[in-house]
T-cell receptor, first 111, second 115 residues
Framework: AQSVTQLGSHVSVSEGALVLLRCNYS??????LFWYVQYPNQGLQLLLK??????LVKGINGFEAEFKKSETSFHLTKPSAHMSDAAEYFC?????????FGTGTSLTVIP | KAGVTQTPRYLIKTRGQQVTLSCSPI?????VSWYQQTPGQGLQFLFE???????NKGNFPGRFSGRQFSNSRSEMNVSTLELGDSALYLC??????????????FGPGTRLTVT
């Protein structure tokens, strides 16, 4: 079973609209959850991580994610999309032995 | 602090050749992990080194190998290159062994093209 599952390989939003990227994790893994972003021809950059201090995690560039144990979800949101948000987004879980990454969601922002 | 650096950034090799990629982690980081990224398979874990010891290994053939030096710099080697080895190879460093809340910091990657 996949440790993390990202629903939707491609998401398009209008500039200024809400961004919602979905991630569900396997209940069999510890909830060490992360969101990364990858811009073209670059490595991955950490957006935010869940540390159990709070279920709502704020990250860089206005992104945030909410940890919901009952739904085994860690969806990424941003209230208002900007053109510069166009990129590939990866949800990841640290199982203690290695990181497992989701298959990624490509975000397109329409002007 | 300087970020993770990878050299070279781009590489073109011929089938059957071998290649060595280099990664310098963030200063003070002792864990280095390698990933292969392709459009079809996404990000796949190759191996992790911590304090010069391979701690974990993904499901790749023995043609893929790596090592870590005492200064935490790491190299990965791919022998007898195949067309399917064409990918972006990413290196990531972490202050500790993979586990818990420790995030990984990624380098820009080495784009390997096998012809």
């Amino acid at each position: 079973a996949q440790s993390v599952t990202q629903l939707g390989s491609h998401v398009s939003v209008s500039e200024g609209a809400l961004v919602l990227l979905r991630c569900n994790y396997s209940s069999s893994v510890p909830p060490y959850l992360f969101w990364y972003v990858q811009y073209p021809n670059q490595g991955l950059q950490l957006l935010l991580k869940y540390t159990s201090a709070a279920t709502l995690v704020k990250g860089i560039n206005g992104f945030e994610a909410e940890f919901k144990k009952s739904e085994t979800s860690f969806h990424l949101t941003k209230p208002s999309a900007h053109m510069s948000d166009a990129a590939e987004y990866f949800c990841a879980v640290n199982t203690g032995n290695q990181f497992y990454f989701g298959t990624g969601t490509s975000l397109t922002v329409i002007p | 602090k300087a970020g993770v650096t990878q050299t070279p950034r781009y590489l073109i090799k011929t089938r059957g050749q071998q290649v060595t990629l280099s990664c310098s982690p963030i200063s003070g980081h002792r864990s280095v992990s390698w990933y292969q990224q392709t459009p079809g398979q996404g990000l796949q874990f190759l191996f992790e080194y911590f304090s010069e010891t391979q701690r974990n290994k993904g499901n790749f053939p023995g043609r893929f190998s790596g090592r870590q030096f005492s200064n935490s710099r790491s190299e990965m080697n791919v022998s007898t290159l195949e067309l399917g080895d064409s990918a972006l190879y990413l290196c990531a460093s972490s202050p500790a062994q993979t586990g818990g809340w420790y995030e990984q910091y990624f380098g820009p990657g080495t784009r390997l093209t096998v012809t």
